[in-house]
Protein backbone atom coordinates (compact mmCIF):
# COMPACT_ATOMS: atom_id res chain seq x y z
CA UNK A 1 0.00 0.00 0.00
CA UNK A 2 0.84 3.61 -1.03
CA UNK A 3 2.11 5.87 2.24
CA UNK A 4 1.12 9.60 2.55
CA UNK A 5 4.73 11.26 3.97
CA UNK A 6 3.35 13.24 6.91
CA UNK A 7 2.77 16.93 5.89
CA UNK A 8 1.79 16.08 2.58
CA UNK A 9 -2.18 15.07 2.61
CA UNK A 10 -3.11 18.71 3.64
CA UNK A 11 -1.48 22.40 5.16
CA UNK A 12 1.28 22.42 2.70
CA UNK A 13 3.74 25.63 2.56
CA UNK A 14 2.13 28.12 0.26
CA UNK A 15 4.83 28.64 -2.91
CA UNK A 16 5.11 32.04 -2.53
CA UNK A 17 4.59 33.07 1.05
CA UNK A 18 7.25 31.66 3.56
CA UNK A 19 5.65 30.09 6.42
CA UNK A 20 2.08 30.27 5.39
CA UNK A 21 -0.37 26.91 4.59
CA UNK A 22 -2.76 27.04 2.38
CA UNK A 23 -5.24 23.73 2.11
CA UNK A 24 -5.27 21.42 -1.06
CA UNK A 25 -6.29 22.59 -4.21
CA UNK A 26 -6.90 20.83 -7.93
CA UNK A 27 -8.14 16.99 -8.30
CA UNK A 28 -8.28 14.51 -5.17
CA UNK A 29 -5.15 12.59 -4.14
CA UNK A 30 -3.88 9.57 -2.49
CA UNK A 31 -4.73 10.04 1.94
CA UNK A 32 -7.17 13.27 0.62
CA UNK A 33 -10.15 13.37 2.82
CA UNK A 34 -13.17 13.85 0.78
CA UNK A 35 -16.95 14.78 1.78
CA UNK A 36 -19.75 12.57 0.22
CA UNK A 37 -23.09 14.05 0.15
CA UNK A 38 -26.00 12.18 -1.59
CA UNK A 39 -29.43 13.02 -3.48
CA UNK A 40 -30.54 13.26 0.35
CA UNK A 41 -28.35 15.57 2.05
CA UNK A 42 -26.49 12.78 4.26
CA UNK A 43 -22.66 13.46 4.44
CA UNK A 44 -20.35 10.64 4.13
CA UNK A 45 -16.65 11.26 5.02
CA UNK A 46 -13.92 9.14 3.65
CA UNK A 47 -10.05 9.17 3.01
CA UNK A 48 -8.73 8.03 -0.54
CA UNK A 49 -6.83 4.91 -0.21
CA UNK A 50 -5.59 2.37 -3.40
CA UNK A 51 -8.10 -0.45 -2.55
CA UNK A 52 -10.27 1.24 -0.10
CA UNK A 53 -14.43 1.09 -0.57
CA UNK A 54 -16.95 3.21 0.24
CA UNK A 55 -19.93 0.80 1.30
CA UNK A 56 -23.35 1.89 2.95
CA UNK A 57 -26.60 -0.47 2.93
CA UNK A 58 -27.41 1.06 -0.41
CA UNK A 59 -24.25 2.21 -2.27
CA UNK A 60 -20.69 1.01 -2.64
CA UNK A 61 -17.73 2.15 -5.23
CA UNK A 62 -13.94 1.57 -4.99
CA UNK A 63 -12.40 5.10 -3.55
CA UNK A 64 -9.66 4.77 -6.55
CA UNK A 65 -12.25 6.34 -8.57
CA UNK A 66 -12.11 9.60 -6.80
CA UNK A 67 -8.49 9.88 -7.94
CA UNK A 68 -7.30 12.41 -10.47
CA UNK A 69 -11.05 14.05 -10.34
CA UNK A 70 -11.97 17.67 -9.79
CA UNK A 71 -13.83 18.92 -6.20
CA UNK A 72 -17.88 18.80 -7.07
CA UNK A 73 -17.86 15.45 -9.41
CA UNK A 74 -20.38 13.51 -9.55
CA UNK A 75 -19.69 10.06 -8.36
CA UNK A 76 -22.13 6.94 -9.61
CA UNK A 77 -22.07 3.96 -7.14
CA UNK A 78 -22.21 0.83 -8.74
CA UNK A 79 -25.94 0.56 -7.66
CA UNK A 80 -26.67 3.60 -9.74
CA UNK A 81 -26.93 6.34 -6.44
CA UNK A 82 -25.27 9.28 -7.01
CA UNK A 83 -22.78 11.09 -4.90
CA UNK A 84 -21.16 15.01 -4.91
CA UNK A 85 -17.53 14.76 -4.01
CA UNK A 86 -15.71 17.80 -1.80
CA UNK A 87 -13.02 18.30 0.39
CA UNK A 88 -14.81 18.75 3.58
CA UNK A 89 -15.59 22.58 5.23
CA UNK A 90 -13.42 23.31 8.26
CA UNK A 91 -17.48 23.55 9.60
CA UNK A 92 -17.97 19.52 8.73
CA UNK A 93 -15.03 18.37 10.02
CA UNK A 94 -15.30 19.36 13.40
CA UNK A 95 -19.02 18.59 13.52
CA UNK A 96 -18.27 15.34 12.27
CA UNK A 97 -14.83 14.91 14.32
CA UNK A 98 -14.56 12.14 16.70
CA UNK A 99 -14.91 14.05 20.26
CA UNK A 100 -14.51 13.08 24.22
CA UNK A 101 -15.46 16.73 25.39
CA UNK A 102 -18.49 18.63 23.77
CA UNK A 103 -17.63 20.95 21.08
CA UNK A 104 -17.44 24.53 20.89
CA UNK A 105 -20.19 24.82 18.00
CA UNK A 106 -19.24 26.69 14.88
CA UNK A 107 -21.77 29.45 15.30
CA UNK A 108 -20.26 30.09 18.68
CA UNK A 109 -16.46 29.59 17.27
CA UNK A 110 -17.44 32.50 14.43
CA UNK A 111 -18.45 34.72 17.19
CA UNK A 112 -15.38 34.35 19.15
CA UNK A 113 -12.93 34.99 16.44
CA UNK A 114 -14.98 38.12 16.43
CA UNK A 115 -15.66 39.37 19.79
CA UNK A 116 -12.36 37.62 21.20
CA UNK A 117 -10.45 40.08 17.83
CA UNK A 118 -8.32 37.45 16.52
CA UNK A 119 -5.95 38.11 14.64
CA UNK A 120 -3.36 37.17 12.40
CA UNK A 121 0.05 36.79 13.95
CA UNK A 122 -1.77 37.43 17.84
CA UNK A 123 -0.68 35.48 20.50
CA UNK A 124 -3.83 34.05 22.05
CA UNK A 125 -4.17 31.52 25.02
CA UNK A 126 -6.92 29.06 25.09
CA UNK A 127 -7.82 27.47 28.25
CA UNK A 128 -10.16 24.07 27.90
CA UNK A 129 -8.96 22.74 24.64
CA UNK A 130 -11.62 20.12 25.02
CA UNK A 131 -11.80 18.27 21.57
CA UNK A 132 -10.06 20.97 19.54
CA UNK A 133 -12.58 22.66 17.65
CA UNK A 134 -12.18 26.07 18.25
CA UNK A 135 -8.60 25.71 18.62
CA UNK A 136 -8.53 24.90 14.69
CA UNK A 137 -10.43 27.53 14.25
CA UNK A 138 -7.91 29.95 16.69
CA UNK A 139 -4.72 28.59 14.43
CA UNK A 140 -6.34 29.14 10.89
CA UNK A 141 -6.82 32.63 11.37
CA UNK A 142 -3.44 33.15 13.33
CA UNK A 143 -1.87 31.56 11.19
CA UNK A 144 2.24 30.19 11.45
CA UNK A 145 3.29 33.96 12.28
CA UNK A 146 1.05 33.68 15.35
CA UNK A 147 1.47 31.54 18.59
CA UNK A 148 -1.39 29.55 20.12
CA UNK A 149 -0.80 28.27 23.75
CA UNK A 150 -4.10 25.60 24.68
CA UNK A 151 -4.09 24.07 27.83
CA UNK A 152 -6.33 20.80 29.00
CA UNK A 153 -5.95 19.56 32.56
CA UNK A 154 -7.55 16.16 31.39
CA UNK A 155 -5.33 14.18 29.21
CA UNK A 156 -7.40 11.96 27.68
CA UNK A 157 -9.25 14.99 25.78
CA UNK A 158 -5.58 16.36 25.21
CA UNK A 159 -4.85 13.38 23.12
CA UNK A 160 -7.87 13.78 21.21
CA UNK A 161 -7.78 17.24 20.24
CA UNK A 162 -4.28 16.58 19.37
CA UNK A 163 -5.51 14.00 17.12
CA UNK A 164 -7.80 16.16 15.91
CA UNK A 165 -5.88 19.51 14.95
CA UNK A 166 -2.93 17.12 13.08
CA UNK A 167 -5.34 14.97 10.93
CA UNK A 168 -6.81 18.62 10.07
CA UNK A 169 -3.73 20.17 9.42
CA UNK A 170 -2.04 17.07 8.14
CA UNK A 171 0.70 17.78 10.40
CA UNK A 172 1.92 18.85 13.68
CA UNK A 173 0.91 22.83 13.56
CA UNK A 174 4.13 24.61 14.52
CA UNK A 175 2.52 28.06 16.04
CA UNK A 176 0.77 25.39 18.39
CA UNK A 177 2.00 24.23 21.87
CA UNK A 178 -0.39 21.98 23.44
CA UNK A 179 0.18 22.04 27.66
CA UNK A 180 -1.08 18.89 29.63
CA UNK A 181 -1.86 20.91 33.14
CA UNK A 182 -4.24 22.96 35.33
CA UNK A 183 -4.43 26.52 35.07
CA UNK A 184 -4.01 26.90 38.47
CA UNK A 185 -0.86 24.77 39.19
CA UNK A 186 1.14 26.50 35.83
CA UNK A 187 3.79 28.69 36.77
CA UNK A 188 2.96 30.56 33.24
CA UNK A 189 5.19 33.46 34.07
CA UNK A 190 8.40 31.94 33.98
CA UNK A 191 7.53 30.25 30.98
CA UNK A 192 6.42 33.59 29.13
CA UNK A 193 6.57 36.48 31.25
CA UNK A 194 4.00 39.08 32.26
CA UNK A 195 1.87 40.35 30.03
CA UNK A 196 2.78 38.40 26.91
CA UNK A 197 -0.37 37.25 25.30
CA UNK A 198 -2.64 39.58 23.28
CA UNK A 199 -5.81 37.74 23.69
CA UNK A 200 -7.22 34.99 26.00
CA UNK A 201 -9.98 32.41 25.32
CA UNK A 202 -11.48 30.60 28.41
CA UNK A 203 -13.54 26.96 28.09
CA UNK A 204 -14.11 26.78 32.25
CA UNK A 205 -16.59 26.10 34.83
CA UNK A 206 -15.04 28.98 36.99
CA UNK A 207 -13.35 31.20 35.02
CA UNK A 208 -13.37 33.84 37.79
CA UNK A 209 -11.40 31.77 39.68
CA UNK A 210 -8.48 32.64 37.59
CA UNK A 211 -8.75 36.46 36.99
CA UNK A 212 -5.34 37.19 39.11
CA UNK A 213 -3.76 34.70 36.48
CA UNK A 214 -5.39 35.61 33.08
CA UNK A 215 -4.47 39.62 34.06
CA UNK A 216 -1.14 39.00 34.48
CA UNK A 217 -1.23 37.14 30.69
CA UNK A 218 -2.66 39.67 29.07
CA UNK A 219 -1.32 42.99 27.73
CA UNK A 220 -3.10 46.03 28.67
CA UNK A 221 -5.97 46.36 26.09
CA UNK A 222 -5.80 42.71 25.80
CA UNK A 223 -9.03 40.80 25.10
CA UNK A 224 -10.14 37.73 27.77
CA UNK A 225 -13.45 35.98 26.00
CA UNK A 226 -15.20 33.41 28.45
CA UNK A 227 -17.33 30.55 27.25
CA UNK A 228 -20.34 29.51 30.03
CA UNK A 229 -23.06 27.49 29.35
CA UNK A 230 -25.43 28.45 32.76
CA UNK A 231 -26.89 32.05 33.73
CA UNK A 232 -25.63 31.28 36.94
CA UNK A 233 -22.21 31.47 35.68
CA UNK A 234 -22.38 34.35 33.90
CA UNK A 235 -23.82 36.20 36.86
CA UNK A 236 -20.86 35.15 39.06
CA UNK A 237 -18.33 36.12 36.04
CA UNK A 238 -19.62 39.23 35.30
CA UNK A 239 -20.02 40.41 39.11
CA UNK A 240 -16.44 39.19 39.73
CA UNK A 241 -14.86 41.51 37.11
CA UNK A 242 -16.79 44.13 37.89
CA UNK A 243 -15.46 44.08 41.93
CA UNK A 244 -11.98 43.30 40.21
CA UNK A 245 -11.78 46.26 38.85
CA UNK A 246 -8.54 45.84 36.38
CA UNK A 247 -11.11 45.11 33.33
CA UNK A 248 -13.55 47.34 31.35
CA UNK A 249 -17.32 46.44 30.73
CA UNK A 250 -18.27 43.85 29.93
CA UNK A 251 -20.25 42.31 26.64
CA UNK A 252 -22.61 39.55 27.25
CA UNK A 253 -24.03 37.76 24.20
CA UNK A 254 -25.41 34.39 22.71
CA UNK A 255 -25.78 33.11 19.09
CA UNK A 256 -28.88 31.66 17.79
CA UNK A 257 -28.72 29.48 14.52
CA UNK A 258 -31.60 28.95 12.24
CA UNK A 259 -31.68 27.81 9.11
CA UNK A 260 -34.13 27.88 5.93
CA UNK A 261 -35.87 24.97 4.03
CA UNK A 262 -35.51 26.58 -0.02
CA UNK A 263 -37.35 23.94 -2.50
CA UNK A 264 -39.62 25.11 -4.80
CA UNK A 265 -42.23 27.57 -3.50
CA UNK A 266 -41.58 26.13 0.04
CA UNK A 267 -39.84 28.67 1.70
CA UNK A 268 -39.63 28.61 5.37
CA UNK A 269 -37.83 28.06 8.53
CA UNK A 270 -36.57 24.53 9.18
CA UNK A 271 -38.50 23.00 12.23
CA UNK A 272 -35.14 22.35 13.81
CA UNK A 273 -32.68 25.16 14.51
CA UNK A 274 -29.71 25.15 16.93
CA UNK A 275 -30.50 27.15 20.04
CA UNK A 276 -28.49 28.35 23.08
CA UNK A 277 -24.94 26.43 23.62
CA UNK A 278 -23.82 28.96 25.50
CA UNK A 279 -22.37 32.71 26.36
CA UNK A 280 -19.51 34.69 25.46
CA UNK A 281 -18.81 36.90 28.47
CA UNK A 282 -15.55 39.59 26.92
CA UNK A 283 -14.19 42.57 28.36
CA UNK A 284 -10.40 44.39 28.08
CA UNK A 285 -7.93 44.48 30.08
CA UNK A 286 -7.10 48.35 31.60
CA UNK A 287 -4.11 49.80 31.93
CA UNK A 288 -1.99 49.94 35.24
CA UNK A 289 -3.81 52.19 37.30
CA UNK A 290 -7.18 52.71 35.52
CA UNK A 291 -10.57 51.78 36.09
CA UNK A 292 -13.87 51.99 34.87
CA UNK A 293 -15.60 55.29 34.12
CA UNK A 294 -18.04 56.12 36.67
CA UNK A 295 -21.57 56.44 35.52
CA UNK A 296 -23.36 60.10 36.64
CA UNK A 297 -26.34 60.01 37.69
CA UNK A 298 -28.47 57.25 39.15
CA UNK A 299 -27.37 53.86 38.83
CA UNK A 300 -29.75 50.72 38.82
CA UNK A 301 -29.83 49.33 42.47
CA UNK A 302 -27.64 45.95 43.14
CA UNK A 303 -29.56 43.21 44.40
CA UNK A 304 -29.08 42.88 48.20
CA UNK A 305 -27.93 39.56 48.56
CA UNK A 306 -24.82 38.32 47.13
CA UNK A 307 -23.37 41.49 46.03
CA UNK A 308 -26.17 41.29 42.56
CA UNK A 309 -24.97 37.78 42.51
CA UNK A 310 -27.71 35.06 41.75
CA UNK A 311 -26.80 32.93 44.52
CA UNK A 312 -23.52 32.44 46.20
CA UNK A 313 -22.12 28.38 45.42
CA UNK A 314 -19.32 27.46 45.61
CA UNK A 315 -19.30 24.02 44.06
CA UNK A 316 -19.26 24.34 40.54
CA UNK A 317 -18.32 20.95 39.75
CA UNK A 318 -19.76 19.92 36.66
CA UNK A 319 -22.22 16.94 38.08
CA UNK A 320 -23.31 19.93 39.75
CA UNK A 321 -24.56 21.99 37.06
CA UNK A 322 -25.89 19.14 35.39
CA UNK A 323 -22.50 19.01 32.49
CA UNK A 324 -21.57 15.36 33.49
CA UNK A 325 -22.70 12.39 34.76
CA UNK A 326 -20.32 10.85 38.06
CA UNK A 327 -17.43 9.74 36.28
CA UNK A 328 -17.81 6.28 38.68
CA UNK A 329 -21.24 4.75 39.38
CA UNK A 330 -20.91 0.99 41.04
CA UNK A 331 -17.23 0.90 40.54
CA UNK A 332 -17.86 0.85 36.70
CA UNK A 333 -17.26 3.92 34.26
CA UNK A 334 -20.48 5.75 32.97
CA UNK A 335 -21.45 5.18 29.39
CA UNK A 336 -19.92 8.64 29.04
CA UNK A 337 -16.33 7.88 29.98
CA UNK A 338 -16.49 4.54 27.84
CA UNK A 339 -17.29 6.86 24.79
CA UNK A 340 -14.02 8.75 26.01
CA UNK A 341 -12.09 6.33 25.94
CA UNK A 342 -13.00 4.38 22.91
CA UNK A 343 -12.93 8.03 21.15
CA UNK A 344 -9.08 8.71 22.10
CA UNK A 345 -8.36 5.16 20.84
CA UNK A 346 -9.66 5.29 17.41
CA UNK A 347 -8.62 8.99 17.12
CA UNK A 348 -5.20 8.49 17.73
CA UNK A 349 -4.27 5.59 15.85
CA UNK A 350 -6.05 7.89 12.58
CA UNK A 351 -3.72 10.32 13.46
CA UNK A 352 -0.43 8.05 14.06
CA UNK A 353 -1.40 6.63 10.53
CA UNK A 354 -2.26 9.67 8.18
CA UNK A 355 -0.30 12.13 10.24
CA UNK A 356 2.76 10.68 12.53
CA UNK A 357 4.15 8.12 10.10
CA UNK A 358 3.37 5.46 12.47
CA UNK A 359 1.47 2.80 9.81
CA UNK A 360 3.35 -0.14 10.25
CA UNK A 361 1.61 -1.18 12.76
CA UNK A 362 -2.01 -1.76 10.77
CA UNK A 363 -2.90 -3.48 8.28
CA UNK A 364 -5.33 -1.13 6.96
CA UNK A 365 -6.18 2.94 7.32
CA UNK A 366 -8.73 3.36 10.61
CA UNK A 367 -11.76 3.86 8.97
CA UNK A 368 -13.09 7.63 9.86
CA UNK A 369 -15.96 8.45 12.23
CA UNK A 370 -19.65 8.37 11.49
CA UNK A 371 -20.58 11.64 10.17
CA UNK A 372 -23.40 13.86 10.80
CA UNK A 373 -26.53 14.01 8.10
CA UNK A 374 -27.49 16.97 6.48
CA UNK A 375 -29.74 18.39 3.90
CA UNK A 376 -28.90 19.90 1.05
CA UNK A 377 -30.73 23.85 0.36
Known amino acids: MNQIEPGKRSGRAHPDVPGLSVRPRGSFRLGDRVQLQGASGGLHTVTITEKGWFNTAKASFPLADLLGREEGSLIRSREGREFLAFRPRRLDYTLSMPRGAAIIYPKDAAQILQSADI ?107 CYVTTVTQVSTLVEALRKDGRFGFTCTEETIQRQWHTEGLSLRPEH ?39 SSEDDWEQVRIGQRNPSFLMGRLNPAERKTRRVRRDVVKRADYWVRGNSAAVDAPPPEPETSPGAPS
Open 272 to 310: QMVGHTGFLVTCRVLAREARRPKKLGNTPKAAKINGGQW
Open 119 to 225: FTGARVFECGAGSGALTISLLEMIGETGQLVSVEEREDFADIAQANVDLWFGRPYPAWQLQRARLGDMDLDAVYGSHYFDRAVIDLLDPWSYLDILHQLLIPGGVLC
